[in-house]
């Protein structure tokens, strides 16, 4: 993603846990993360000790919500973590906006966001450290495995010796700090390093896919399709929905950022709003695996004692369904899919 500085590890939670370690967060700070993501990204900050402060996300692209970010900033804040869902590029402009002058770094979860692109920038290199997962689903998968990418060196100094129970070359069996073991081992490694020739196709296979389904299931008015860019080209964002940074000149007040496709996440809408579970049970019923939009952290167990809730994340989480988008599926099974999914809506 063009950082200078890469640290394998074993899983992208353990991507997630080094980076927060390695920024010295612990008990008693608080991590901004966004309420619709893999439990993943929260449980990571609760390993540290600190206290993940709840946001809910935008009603339109499911990413944090910037003016939520804004309103939950306090002198407690150590890290905004900002999660590009499903490959869909968070507003990284408007983010940044409210971090940067009060010195808060923004960690990227782009382990569903391989290949997706904010304005010039890569998912990954867009704030003080990105985190990565190869695990068997993703564009790149070595099994299990991840990496924390950065361009500050003293940062990732500390991730590699986190990594590896901080180890010190010279000193045999003295370690400084407590660390852990989130080494990847070389054969992982060496299949990762094949498929980074391929990133590139293997990145356009699952956006191809994303092409015909938005072809086969288009101008449906009860589906909202994923958007390929956000904001869109075509300017047909809405206001809400665009960054406040003044631009340069010339600049465009937002990049168009590249949606990945990781999956292809359709929402239902209209009378079928809530109805995303009824239409994955359909579809199971014809032998069509599909997947459910991440259940919210305001909703899980473990992060009840922090009492927050976040209606646009619920909301999201009911009516959003993931549907089959490995780089092999044929044009024909997506066809069957797009006419499953079109009986469904008309029942």
Not at 37 to 55: C, D, E, K, Q, R
Not at 91 to 108: F, L
Not at 276 to 286: P, Q
Request: proline share 8%.
């Amino acid at each position: 993603c063009g950082t200078r500085f890469c640290a394998v590890c074993s899983s992208g939670t353990g991507a997630l846990h080094l980076a927060l370690a390695a920024l010295g967060i612990g008990p008693g700070d608080e991590v901004i993360v966004p309420a619709l993501t893999m439990i993943a990204s929260g449980n990571a900050v609760l390993y540290t000790g600190a206290t993940p402060v709840i946001a809910d996300v935008d009603a339109v692209t499911g990413n944090l919500d910037p003016a939520e970010v804004q309103r939950l900033l306090s002198p407690r804040t150590r890290a905004v973590m900002v999660v590009h869902l499903y490959g869909l590029p968070c507003d990284m402009n408007a983010i940044r906006a409210a971090c940067d002058p009060v010195g808060i770094p923004v960690i990227e979860d782009a382990a569903e966001a391989i290949g997706t692109t904010w304005g010039a920038g890569r998912a990954g290199a867009l704030g003080k450290a990105g985190c990565f997962s190869f695990f068997a689903n993703k564009a790149i998968t070595t099994g299990e495995g991840g990496a924390v990418v950065t361009d500050d060196p003293e940062l990732d100094r500390r991730v590699r010796g986190f990594r590896d129970q901080w180890f010190v070359p010279g000193r045999r069996f003295f370690h400084p700090d407590t660390g852990f073991n989130y080494r990847m081992s070389n054969l992982q490694a060496a299949v990762g390093v094949a498929q980074l020739e391929r990133v590139g196709e293997l990145v356009e296979a699952r956006c191809q896919v994303a092409r015909i389904y938005g072809e086969l299931l288009g101008g449906h008015p009860d589906l909202v399709l994923p958007p390929d860019s956000w904001p869109p080209e075509d300017g047909s964002a809405p206001a809400a929905a665009r960054s406040s940074v003044t631009p340069a000149p010339g600049e465009r007040t937002c990049p168009v950022g590249l949606n990945s496709h990781w999956m292809y996440a359709l929402r239902l809408a209209g009378r079928h709003a809530d109805r995303a579970e009824e239409l994955a049970v359909h579809l199971k019923s014809s032998n069509i695996e599909t997947r459910l939009f991440f259940v919210p952290l305001d909703e899980q167990p473990a992060f009840a004692p922090f009492g927050t809730r976040c209606p646009v994340s619920r909301s999201l989480s009911r009516s959003g369904i993931l549907l089959p988008t490995g780089p092999l599926i044929t044009p024909a099974q997506q066809a069957r899919v797009a006419e499953a999914v079109k009986a469904f809506l008309q029942s």
